[in-house]
């Protein structure tokens, strides 16, 4: 089953630091850029950033240049993004998804692809 | 930062009838633009993308058309299963962009 896990979310103190990590499985990771959006309580969507493949292409969500780094490591099939300097702003779901799109016969992935893989997402509380 | 607008905010509709749902951009996004369907504790599910073509498994009664700065998705006779918040996005330009939701409902 395709399926993205993410983890590392909780209450963090204003000023403070997270790592998330997200866990692929049912296809090759390598192979997929991926996202973090994220969703504060009651609220819609936003895109927080994106790591290509081999990491050619990292973009970020212009407010939150400087405080969060996506990064990957795909020997150990993994997806993270280090949130420092926390602000109670940030607390939402953060999901991990998977930039691509599959038709009957493939599936494809670009930094210009749709979101077509979501995880369950992590809540992050940043509160004193 | 391109501005996506979905229209109308909530759309009451009774179960069997056809809903229609808008999305206009603040430029143009040519094709890239996709649907998501979020229902109440999960997580959104794409249902469309390149402006109209459907997700694997979503049925028939879903469609979308446009491109450039309208876009449309319909659905042709609403199922109980359908009532959900749908949110656009394109990812044309940097940052990518979500619309702030239409929240379809039973009437």
């Known amino acids: 089953e395709v399926q993205l896990v993410e983890s590392g979310g909780g209450l963090v103190k204003p000023g403070g630091s997270l790592r998330l990590s997200c866990a692929p499985s049912?296809?090759?990771?390598?192979?997929?850029?991926f996202n973090w959006v994220r969703q504060a309580p009651g609220k819609g969507l936003e895109w927080v950033s994106l790591?290509?493949?081999?990491?050619?292409?990292?973009k970020y969500a212009d407010p939150l240049k400087g405080r969060f780094t996506i990064s990957r490591d795909d020997a150990k099939n993994s997806l993270y993004l280090q949130m420092n300097n926390l602000r109670a702003e940030d607390t939402a779901v953060y999901y991990c998804?998977?930039?691509?799109?599959?038709?009957?016969?493939?599936?494809?992935?670009?930094?210009?692809?749709?979101?077509?893989?979501w995880g369950q997402g992590t809540m992050v509380t940043v509160s004193a | 930062e391109i501005v996506m607008t979905q229209s109308p905010s909530t759309l009451s509709v009774s179960p069997g009838e056809r809903a229609t749902l808008s999305c206009r951009a603040s430029?143009?996004?040519?094709?890239?633009l996709a649907w998501y369907q979020q229902k109440p504790g999960q997580p959104p599910r794409l249902l469309i993308y390149?402006?109209?073509t459907r997700a694997t498994g979503f049925p028939a009664r879903f469609s979308a058309t446009g491109s450039g700065t309208e876009f449309t998705l319909t659905i042709s006779s609403l199922q109980s299963e359908d009532f959900a918040v749908y949110y656009c996005q394109q990812y044309n330009n940097w940052p990518r962009t979500f619309g702030q939701g239409t929240k379809l409902e039973g009437k």
């Open positions: 049912g296809f090759v990771f390598s192979s997929y850029s």
């Open positions: 430029q143009s996004v040519s094709s890239n």
């Open positions: 390149a402006a109209s």
């Open positions: 790591i290509s493949t081999y990491s050619v292409y990292i």
């Open positions: 998804v998977r930039g691509g799109y599959c038709t009957t016969s493939n599936c494809y992935s670009s930094p210009w692809s749709s979101f077509d893989i």
